[in-house]
């Protein structure tokens, strides 16, 4: 059985660097054809694609992050991490990881994490 789990700070100062590492159990994140996925929602807002790393460790990112975001993977440990940097109380919502073999994915299924939920606030 394949599981996902979030882990990282509830609560970020804007301007910081919001880091959030996804671990991976029953499957490898090297896993050919697959994708490890970011996904946010913010408050009133529909699920958000973030970016992805694929199974050779190519890295995709949607346009409008593109200049804060980068994804990082530890195949070691199975686990890969978003890095968001200067983040604002825009940032605010509850971030999941996935993996599918589908990279931009937007609706939850069962290979999705839990989700975390990030407040940015001073």
């Known amino acids: 059985q394949v599981q996902l789990q979030e882990s990282g700070p509830g609560l970020v100062k804007p301007s910081q660097t919001l880091s959030l590492t996804c671990t991976v159990s029953?499957?490898?994140?090297?896993?050919?054809?697959?994708?490890m996925t970011w996904i946010r929602q913010r408050p009133g807002k529909v699920f958000e694609w973030m970016g992805s790393?694929?199974?050779?460790?190519?890295?995709y990112y949607t346009p409008s992050l593109e200049n804060r975001i980068s994804i990082s993977r530890d195949t070691s440990k199975n686990q890969f991490t978003l890095h968001l940097s200067a983040v604002t109380p825009e940032d605010t919502g509850t971030y999941y990881c996935?993996?599918?073999?589908?990279?931009?994915?937007?609706?939850?299924?069962?290979?999705w994490g839990q989700g975390t939920q990030v407040t940015v606030s001073s």
């Open positions: 996935a993996r599918d073999t589908r990279m931009v994915v937007t609706e939850p299924d069962e290979y």
């Open positions: 029953g499957a490898s994140i090297t896993t050919i054809n697959y994708y």
């Open positions: 790393i694929d199974y050779v460790g190519k890295m």
